[in-house]
T-cell receptor
Framework: DQQVKQNSPSLSVQEGRISILNCDYT??????FLWYKKYPAEGPTFLIS?????DKNEDGRFTVFLNKSAKHLSLHIVPSQPGDSAVYFC????????????FGEGTQLTVNP | GAVVSQHPSWVICKSGTSVKIECRSL??????MFWYRQFPKQSLMLMAT?????????EQGVEKDKFLINHASLTLSTLTVTSAHPEDSSFYIC??????????????FGPGTRLTVL
């Protein structure tokens, strides 16, 4: 039972354009959502998060949008840079489960110069 | 700051042997550590949560007698895969969280250990 799904295994965009990575979830108990970035042979690093009481959170070039009714979140990167090329995981947690994270499968983003 | 290391980074072993993987928090004390497993093109799956000085809490479907977790100090947790079989081949990642009032975004991940069982 995959409670967090990233349906696009890969995404390729041109440098300077917007990258949009999508994530869907099924568990309505999830109230905190995170995006992680992972380079090969490294562990995931925290990128940005959003609480269910908000529908948008912005940090520099990264913006996360949350649509609770659709159980959907997305990560926007603009402008995209070649250094952004990595695997991006979305993850979700529920207050009732403490800090347990449920991850999606990841999306490989490639930003072409 | 907030560096987590894992050792070894990769290991190959024969079927039936046991393998120990170490997870260390290098510059902070980790009250809680988490162990994840990732199969190719799949998500990170939480295996267990370990708190220093107490028994680990395993996720449903994870055999606690096969995946032994020890969190004997505030900077070290170990995962031992006992009697490893080829289906245990995977990428094992740990994360560590400082303090007691941890939140989801205060987990710091190690670089992972690639286990291949022949």
């Amino acid at each position: 039972d995959q409670q967090v799904k990233q349906n696009s295994p890969s995404l390729s965009v041109q440098e300077g354009r917007i990258s949009i990575l999508n994530c869907d979830y099924t568990n309505s108990m999830f109230d905190y959502f995170l995006w992680y970035k992972k380079y090969p042979a490294e562990g995931p690093t925290f990128l940005i998060s959003i609480s269910s009481i908000k529908d948008k959170n912005e940090d520099g070039r990264f913006t996360v949008f949350l649509n609770k009714s659709a159980k959907h979140l997305s990560l926007h990167i603009v402008p995209s840079q070649p250094g952004d090329s990595a695997v991006y995981f979305c993850a979700a947690s529920a207050r009732t489960s403490g800090s347990r994270l449920t991850f999606g499968e990841g999306t490989q983003l490639t930003v072409n110069p | 700051g907030a560096v987590v290391s894992q050792h070894p980074s990769w290991v190959i072993c024969k079927s039936g042997t046991s393998v120990k993987i170490e997870c260390r928090s290098l510059d902070f004390q980790a009250t809680t550590m988490f162990w994840y497993r990732q199969f190719p093109k799949q998500s990170l799956m939480l295996m267990a949560t370990s708190n220093e000085g107490s028994k680990a809490t395993y996720e449903q479907g994870v055999e606690k007698d096969k995946f032994l977790i020890n969190h004997a100090s505030l900077t070290l947790s170990t995962l031992t895969v006992t009697s490893a079989h080829p289906e245990d081949s995977s990428f094992y990642i740990c994360s560590a969280a400082p303090g007691l009032a941890i939140t989801a975004d205060t987990q710091y991940f190690g670089p992972g250990t690639r286990l291949t069982v022949l």
